[in-house]
């Protein structure tokens, strides 16, 4: 699951907008907000691309925020 505050901490931290992240995981605005909100589950390579753009670089904080 998800930690959503988390993830909503780094979004801001990061400076960037979730249309843009969206963009660069390929998926709609609509997708992200189920997956973010746990209705569907992100995948590997959506994963590895918040990492990237949240500069989220350590795997503890990977697990804490994406599989809590």
Do not use: H, P
């Not at 930690?3 to 990061?14: A, F, G, M, P, Q």
């Amino acid at each position: 699951m998800v930690n959503t505050e988390l993830l909503d901490v780094k979004i801001k931290e990061s400076g960037l907008k979730k249309s843009q992240l969206c963009k660069a995981m390929g998926i709609t605005y609509q997708a992200f907000r189920l997956k973010r909100n746990n209705v569907y589950a992100f995948t590997s390579q959506e994963v590895n691309t918040l990492c990237e753009l949240l500069n989220i670089r350590t795997m503890a904080e990977m697990k804490k925020i994406f599989f809590s």
